[in-house]
């Protein structure tokens, strides 16, 4: 057995987007066989916990005697360390300009496409303030994660309980429109963050130009993202190719209601369904939906 379950109250505060509750909320499991979620409704997060999720485990307030729990990280406890290699992550990794862009060279002149520094594309990194100075934490390092931590995660990611009636609109979306050869695509174009869009989305774009052009006259694109616009530009590109679930509200303003948060549940549900993923790098929407489509999804981030 690899969790190290106990019986104290342990409560997920964590109060970012979509994707790091969530993360949080699993690691929260992780901790304590009585975990618990106080998920806050705020500026970004009309939905209550209630309004997505079945599971009786949601509370109002923090309990006194509780312990709290508030990271968007995927805990790697003293226990798990021997499995995983020292300096093992490339997302973020403290690592040296100079030798990010040793190891990017050496990537693309022997085309390895399953090598470490495939996600290292020079310059983006986390803040310093977010990154362990060794790298030992598996966040966002996709089909690297090692067996040892998949056998831990995946039965609490499998244990959240959608809503019924959200999970029946996914099911019936799913079933009428995507088959093995429809590849999902995340794209986060940071709008409400000036520098990262510079910094992570504008030079991202001809990645996945280039992703899409090779991947393949049959294959059809289900999109998800932050911006309507973004999507129908693609479709003006890509014609009948692109396809996005059919929302009632706007993209570009999901967190500003309870529907809106709603159906960024779906997107979401829909995107772990797919077979292959196109994933925006520093997405945690992306990675969570490759959890909980059970990690067999083939990943490529851009």
């Known amino acids: 057995m690899h969790s190290t379950v106990g019986p104290q109250l342990i409560v997920s505060t964590e109060t970012g987007g979509l994707g790091n509750r969530i993360k949080s909320w699993v690691s929260a499991t992780r901790l304590s066989s009585e975990a618990a979620v106080h998920w806050a409704v705020n500026d970004n997060m009309p939905a209550s916990f209630s309004d997505l999720f079945s599971n009786d485990c949601g509370v109002d307030t923090v309990p006194a005697a509780a312990s709290v729990h508030k990271s968007w990280r995927l805990l790697v406890l003293p226990p798990d360390e021997p499995y995983l290699p020292a300096g093992f992550a490339t997302v973020g990794a403290g690592a040296h300009p100079i030798v990010r862009g040793f190891g990017k060279a050496w990537w693309q002149i022997r085309g390895q496409q399953t090598d470490r520094y495939r996600y290292m594309i020079f310059p983006k990194q986390h803040s310093r303030r977010s990154t362990r100075a060794d790298g030992r934490h598996i966040d966002l390092e996709y089909g690297r994660i090692p067996k040892y931590f998949r056998e831990i995660y995946d039965p609490l990611f499998r244990a959240i309980q959608v809503r019924p009636d959200i999970l029946s609109r ?133």
């Open 170 to 302: 996914v099911d019936s979306w799913a079933g009428a429109n995507l088959d093995p050869q429809t590849i999902g695509v995340q794209v986060r174009t940071w709008r409400d963050d000036p520098r990262r869009h510079r910094k992570y989305h504008q030079p991202a774009v001809k990645r996945l130009h280039r992703l899409m052009n090779t991947a393949g006259a049959e294959a059809r694109f289900f999109f998800v993202s932050d911006s309507g616009d973004f999507i129908r530009s693609m479709q003006q590109a890509y014609g009948n190719r692109v396809i996005g679930f059919p929302r009632d509200t706007d993209r570009d303003r999901s967190w500003q209601s309870v529907e809106g948060m709603t159906e960024d549940l779906i997107d979401m549900l829909l995107l772990s369904r797919t077979k292959r993923l196109f994933a925006s790098y520093l997405s945690t929407f992306s990675e969570t939906a490759w959890w909980l489509g059970g990690t067999t999804a083939e990943v490529e981030v851009f």
